[in-house]
DNA sequence: GGAAAACATTTTAGGCTTAAAACAATTCGG
DNA sequence: CCGAATTGTTTTAAGCCTAAAATGTTTTCC
């Protein structure tokens, strides 16, 4: 049977985190308010450009996003990198592009030195489009902070990259 | 033929604004970089959030977020405020309803006063089980915010609170 | 009282998304 | 060189999500 405290001798390189020795459940409420208000502002400003995207081009987000990604790579990507760029699963670009060859946005074609490999661009009529979009989009995303100053834009970039970093990190401890 | 430039009595209410009279595409590049930003660190965190509700709980992340809802009403929310709140559509709030009913983790019943209005609780079944993954769920999001100093939580806290009211704001401007 | 407006929810149609399994092509190690 | 791992993509099954239209109910306001 276990004693319900450590041993006096194990205590010596415990004193400074106490509150796990003793089983004190740690209060993590901050956090969780940060993380929802987090997924609050996400989703406000995701719904927002996602309905003027809609309205004003008749276009969804992950098209618009996805065509982002090639814009921004004129000799085209490869499904997977694209799929690692957009954060989403391999299957979920399979479609996505599928439809936007069918629309003609984008230009696909299976790689000459391996043949697993798919390679796609915009297309010039997808270029154009995108390019058209791209311009009006960037005021809205300029409206959306509008009320922040030049200040809380930089501190707020330097504190999310602090949290990507923990985020990645603790990601890594899970699946090494 | 209108002439390429104000007349010289119109400049003088612009001498403040002079970047937009001379048609200087202003530059939001900052902006928009926050926004990935911020989309990329939301996206990252909710991934992990998901991935670890489906490997510990084998359950989805909406589902959770429901039952989340649902753990602060006691007395149950109709299904107008549960959409609100999750800032999801009706529709899917509908859905996400019936499986949950289905499975055994919520009570759904037509309100005494008002027939068009549905009211849902959590089972004994329901609550028991969040409240164990929601123990679970805090020390990840603890984890996932670990380096983060308590100060860097207010700070981000503070200016996340100033984003959605600009969101917000912005937001009303184009739906009044 | 009764038409019209407002409200709560469901339905519909289509697209998005994921995890996991299946398939195809390449690379690696013996 | 050849079997085994690895890599890139697609398929599958299920669920999530939205916008818009449809349905049923209540309130408003002549």
Redesign the interface.
């Known amino acids: 049977m276990p004693a319900p405290w450590p041993a006096v001798s194990d205590c010596i390189d415990m004193l400074d985190s106490e509150t796990k020795v003793v089983e004190t459940p740690?209060d993590?409420?901050?956090?969780?308010?940060?993380?929802l208000?987090?997924?609050?502002?996400?989703?406000?400003?995701?719904?927002?450009v996602r309905g003027?995207l809609r309205q004003r081009f008749d276009v969804t987000l992950p098209r618009f996003d996805l065509m982002a990604q090639l814009d921004k790579a004129p000799d085209g990507m490869t499904l997977s990198d694209v799929s690692k760029r957009m954060?989403v699963s391999n299957g979920n670009v399979t479609g996505l592009v599928e439809r936007l060859v069918e629309s003609g946005h984008l230009d696909r074609r299976t790689s000459d030195t391996d043949r697993r490999v798919q390679v796609i661009r915009l297309t010039k009529l997808g270029r154009a489009e995108f390019r058209r979009m791209a311009a009006e989009h960037?005021?809205w995303?300029?409206?959306?902070?509008?009320?922040?100053s030049?200040k809380?834009?930089r501190?707020?970039?330097r504190?999310?990259?602090?949290?990507?970093?923990?985020?990645?990190?603790?990601?890594a401890?899970?699946r090494p």
């Open positions: 740690e993590h409420a901050e956090e969780l308010r940060l993380w208000r987090l997924l609050t502002c996400t989703t406000l400003i995701e719904g927002e003027r954060m960037e005021t995303i300029a409206d959306l902070f509008a009320d922040l030049p809380d834009v501190d707020l970039m504190l999310l990259a602090k949290t990507k970093a923990s985020a990645q990190k603790s990601a401890r899970r």
